[in-house]
C-alpha cells in the first residue's frame, strides 16, 4: 500500500520560509513523477510544482515562482518543497502527489493524473 505523508507546515509570518516534507512508503518514488499541490478555503485544488522522476526538469506556479522550490531525494523517498518569503495568500492545505511514471510538463499540472496523495499539511500564513 503505497503511502504519502506531509509534515513541516504550520502558523507563521508573512515573509519567512518554511520547507514541506513528504515521506513516501510502499513503493520507491524513483522512476516517479511528483507534485505539489494546494487548496485554499472555498477553491479548487491547484498546481504548485512538479518534478520528473529525474529531479531534473521543475515546473512551478506563477504565483510562487522564484520563492518555492521543489526537490527530491530518490534514495529516501521523499519529496520537499522550500517556501520562501511566504504571504497570506500562501495559506492552504499542502499536498503531495505521485504518478507512477513519466508525465509531460504540462501532465504534471494536473491534479487528475496523479494516483497517490498525502492526506495533507496546512499552512497558514498571518500578514
Known amino acids: 500500500q503505497v503511502q504519502l505523508v506531509e509534515s513541516g507546515g504550520g502558523l507563521v509570518q508573512a515573509g519567512v520560509s518554511l520547507r514541506l516534507s513528504c515521506a513516501v512508503s510502499g513503493r520507491s518514488i524513483s522512476g516517479a513523477a511528483m507534485g505539489w499541490f494546494r487548496q485554499a478555503p472555498g477553491r479548487e485544488r491547484e498546481f504548485v510544482a512538479s518534478t520528473s522522476w529525474t529531479g531534473i526538469i521543475r515546473k512551478y506556479a506563477d504565483s510562487v515562482k522564484d520563492r518555492f522550490t521543489i526537490s527530491r531525494d530518490n534514495a529516501n523517498n521523499a519529496l520537499y518543497l522550500q517556501m520562501n518569503s511566504l504571504s497570506p495568500e500562501d495559506t492552504a492545505v499542502y499536498y503531495c502527489?505521485?504518478?507512477?511514471?513519466?508525465?509531460?510538463?504540462?501532465?504534471?499540472?494536473?491534479?487528475?493524473?496523479?494516483?497517490?496523495w498525502g492526506q495533507g499539511a496546512q499552512v497558514t500564513v498571518s500578514s
Open positions: 502527489a505521485a504518478h507512477p511514471g513519466r508525465l509531460t510538463t504540462e501532465q504534471a499540472m494536473a491534479v487528475n493524473e496523479y494516483d497517490y
